[in-house]
């Protein structure tokens, strides 16, 4: 999926492979140590479900709009395979108090589940009327939110 090529793509950490609007606006240096702060990041993948910013990924070209077969998009495929769900547990399992949602709204069908998560504060960034605009947005304020501002 996403690759024709016979030439093998290195591995990269998925934070260095995204090179979209919102991952330019993100320094390299404001990037968490989760072992050194109380900040995490999990990256919502429409190839690989969720991934930690460090995890060694391939070049791929897949989004959730796209269409697999004639009738399903990747968004309704991991739907049906329950990763909103993946990603609740995942966050119930955290510990985390607050979790801020920066899922743009083909990557919402995955952002649904964390609604009624039990004792975490569940932040929505929406981006209403921005278009392609809305990722630099986003990029923006996850920066801002990983160099400690609100």
Same mark, same amino acid.
């Given at each position: /999926?996403?690759?024709? $090529?016979?030439?093998?793509? !290195?591995?990269? @950490? ?9 991952? %330019? ?11 050194? $702060? =109380?900040? &995490? ?11 930690? @910013?460090? &995890? ?7 989004? /959730?709009?796209?269409?697999?077969? &004639?009738?399903?998009?990747? $968004? ?5 395979? $329950? ?8 966050? #119930?399992?955290?510990?985390? #108090? ?6 743009? !709204? +083909?990557? +919402? ?14 932040? %929505?960034?929406?981006?209403? =009327? ?8 986003? =990029? ?5 939110? /990983?160099?400690? =501002?609100?």
């Amino acid at each position: /999926m996403g690759g024709n $090529s016979k030439i093998q793509a !290195a591995l990269m @950490p998925a934070r260095e492979r995204y090179d979209g609007n919102l991952y %330019r606006r993100i320094d390299p240096a404001l990037w968490p140590d989760p072992s050194l $702060s =109380g900040l &995490e990041v999990v990256i919502v993948s429409a190839l690989y479900g969720l991934l930690t @910013p460090l &995890e060694p990924i391939r070049h791929y070209d897949a989004w /959730m709009d796209q269409k697999i077969g &004639e009738r399903i998009r990747l $968004s309704r495929w991991w739907k049906q395979r $329950s990763l909103g769900s993946m990603l609740a547990e995942y966050l #119930a399992r955290s510990g985390a #108090a607050v979790v801020h949602d920066f899922l743009s !709204a +083909s990557y +919402s069908v995955v952002g649904a589940d964390l609604d009624g998560l039990d004792g975490i504060e569940v932040v %929505r960034h929406k981006y209403p =009327g921005l278009g392609n605009g809305a990722d630099f947005h986003r =990029g923006q304020d996850v920066r801002n939110l /990983m160099a400690g =501002g609100a």
